[in-house]
């Protein structure tokens, strides 16, 4: 047997979205319908009852993990997912390229953004000749989209504990980074974090990418702005515990990253953008042809919680009712119950109706042959609540691959 997880991002919602009815409830969803009434149903609390979960924390207890043990911030999934190799220890920071001016001793930041300019990989280019004199310290640097990247710094004697560079304000000076508690750690990796940030503004004011920004009267990125510094944990992976092939379709950084870690395969699929507009039969075809190498394969849809947070209850129903017919149309008919077990659930609840990640249990849907089927007809919050399966939290890896038979046993 395999597994197949597919997450819908935010999927749950309240009846407070649609005038009595979740978004969920309100769509057609005929093949999740189908696969419900062959299957069993329950109510999961991403992390613990009454918790409101980050995508991260909930990714990472969805994978078998205990957030309170491992999660250190998401500057270090976040680097994992946008393709720098990570290791347990390395200290992660996000980054922004942002617009400075020079006003002769300070540098002031006009646009933190750099006018959400398109050249950040030219720029990281010139970053990679940036060698400081504390050899036993490695910075490595990625531009995800837009102006939007991350630094990974790997050495001995690092801390996580020191305070941004990004002053988070317009107007306001690059800030110092400072230790945040007295340690040799701390101190150290506060030094080479500012003399990281001056060599990169040296290189970066006079780029050609820049100057010719200058010419057009667009804002510069001649400076990094590095926040919310993270340890990258020592994560078990579910991959070696379980001496399996995992692969994982994702179009966010954060949710490749938080799979990489857990030992998947992270691969690239054109047209997958982690947005509304993705490609969602290209992600069932990849999911399809990935089951063929892998014993679990994660797939995540992300446009269900973009919706959500724009508080647009419309789009979130309407994309509901794309991933029934885009991604489970087809792809249900053709798994073999024999073969596969299949869940499909959210990392969390996102009523449009509130705009944010609420604590509300989220659906989950079971099927395959091992599955006690129950007696839900169709697949919402209502039915999931009267669902076979009960109310559990998180751990929807582990529950899956139980039903495969992988994994040892806990004792005798
Ligand atoms: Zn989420
Ligand atoms: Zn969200």
């Not at 909930?58 to 720098?84: K, N, Q, W």
């Not at 710094?153 to 504990?161: F, I, Q, V």
């Not at 994660?298 to 508080?311: E, L, M, R, S, Y």
Request: aromatic content about 6%; glycine content about 12%; proline content about 5%.
């Amino acid at each position: 047997m395999k597994a197949m997880l597919v997450i819908a991002d935010g999927l749950g919602g309240r009846p407070t979205d649609w005038n009595g009815a979740t978004c969920l409830e309100q769509a057609e969803t005929p093949h999740m319908d189908r696969l419900a009434r062959e299957g069993a149903l329950g109510l999961m609390d991403p992390i613990a009852p009454g918790v409101r979960p980050g995508s991260d924390t909930s990714h990472l207890s969805i994978f078998g993990y205990d957030p309170a043990e491992v999660y250190t911030g998401r500057g270090a999934f976040e680097a994992l997912g946008i393709g720098l190799n990570v290791r347990g220890g390395d200290v992660c920071f996000r980054a922004n390229f942002a617009t400075v001016e020079d006003t002769g001793g300070d540098l002031i930041v006009r646009d933190r953004r750099a006018g959400r300019l398109a050249e950040g990989q030219e720029l990281a280019e010139a970053l990679q000749e940036l060698t400081l004199n504390d050899g036993d310290v490695s910075f490595t640097f990625r531009a995800s989209t837009e102006h939007r990247g991350a630094l990974v710094l790997r050495g001995p004697g690092l801390s996580a504990e020191v305070t941004d560079s990004d002053p988070h304000e317009e107007g306001k000076p690059v800030a110092v980074c400072k230790p945040q508690r007295e340690s040799d750690e701390a101190r150290r990796t506060a030094e080479l974090v500012n003399a990281f940030s001056r060599r990169a503004y040296e290189l970066l004011r006079d780029h050609p990418v820049n100057r010719a920004r200058r010419q057009q009267g667009k804002p510069e990125g001649n400076v990094l702005l590095l926040r919310g510094a993270a340890v990258m944990p020592h994560l078990d992976a579910v991959t070696e515990q379980y001496r399996i092939q995992g692969s994982c379709i994702a179009g966010g950084a954060l949710y490749k990253g938080v799979a990489g870690a857990a030992g998947l395969t992270v691969l690239d699929v054109p047209g997958v953008t982690g947005d509304l507009k993705t490609d969602l039969s290209a992600k069932a075809q990849a999911a399809e042809r990935a089951l063929e190498s892998s014993q679990l394969v994660f797939v995540h849809i992300k446009g269900t919680d973009n919706a959500a947070h724009d508080g647009e209850a419309e789009e979130k129903s309407r994309f509901i009712e794309r991933i029934d017919k885009e991604f489970f149309g087809g792809l249900a008919d053709r798994l073999s119950r024999g073969d596969v077990v299949l869940c499909f659930s959210g990392d969390h609840s996102t009523p449009p109706a509130v705009g944010e990640h609420t604590a509300d249990p989220v659906p989950a849907l079971f099927w395959g042959a091992p599955i006690r089927r129950d007696a839900c007809e169709k697949f919402d919050e209502i039915a999931a609540g009267a669902g076979g399966l009960g109310r559990f939290s998180g751990r929807l890896v582990p529950q899956l691959l139980g039903y495969c038979d992988l994994g040892g046993k806990f004792g005798a």
